[in-house]
């Protein structure tokens, strides 16, 4: 794929939608690409909210859904998973609090980061169907990294919305391409609060080559997979404690992450804190290639031994 770059791009992205819609089985008219996830979740809250809706956010989770709402003068109402309980999510919990609160908007990340959780379709297809009025926004970004995942896109449901982002699926962190699946009428009017040519025509190129070259990438996030797997057992061995998730990234309870990351630092290696989603004995750790991956583990180890 090529982009001249001398010229505008194709601002409704005919090209990259009739390809996406080919790959996830839908009709082009219910996708709208976007500057990353991180625009179109922008556009939802400009187009669902208003000051004091309150908006349902299921914590600890990705923390632009809070901004965003809080942007538009929302109220943010939080449900908190457990670390005692592993992170899983009460489902009883927050059906409760839908019927309390009656939000026009709901946040729900699945597989979630950080914790690596998910929400069964049949769950969300009750819920969809049990609040109408409410827009269920259900942010699939690393939803590729997981084998036999059943995505929400096939649900089709009028008061749905499913966020994809080929930049964490097709490693385009530098270019920004994110994708939102939605009833017809949603995506034509979050559309016209979208800037013109926010897709640039090298993230349109890339995302088409991206999709094209599904199989190379498939093979890629199998032997992601199986590298997630040996690196898990390997910090078990070495006593800690890992949330129970199938995704590459997890969390990890290392009793103070501030001072975990420092010694980590010493050796160039750096691991994520978890301050923003209020846990500061946790990091988060994401699987790398088999040698970081093995050097990461003999740095614990050796530090284990001081």
Partial sequence: QTANISRYPDKKCLTLREVLAGHYQVSASQLLAGNGTAELL????FAFLKRNDPVLIL???FGEYGRFARLMGAKVVEWRARAGH???VDLEAVER????IQPPLVHWCSPNNPTGQL????VLHRWANQFPETIFVIDEAYAQFLPNFQSAIQLDLPNVIVLRSLTKDYSLAGIRLGVLFAQESIVRGLGKGQPPWSVNGLAQAAGVAAIESQDEYANMWTRLA?????????????GYQIGTTPMHYFLMDVVNGRLFRQTLLKHGIL????????LP???RISTQTPDENGRFLRVLGEEAKR
Avoid: H, M
């Fill in 42 to 45: 922008w556009l939802i809250a």
């Fill in 119 to 122: 929400i069964e379709n049949d």
């Fill in 59 to 61: 914590e600890p989770t």
């Fill in 97 to 100: 609090q839908l019927e309390k």
């Fill in 226 to 238: 199986k590298e997630a797997d040996q690196f898990k057992s390997g910090l078990q061995n070495l």
């Fill in 281 to 283: 004995n946790y990091v």
């Fill in 86 to 88: 592993q992170f899983i």
């Fill in 271 to 278: 691991v994520r804190l978890c301050e923003s989603y209020q």
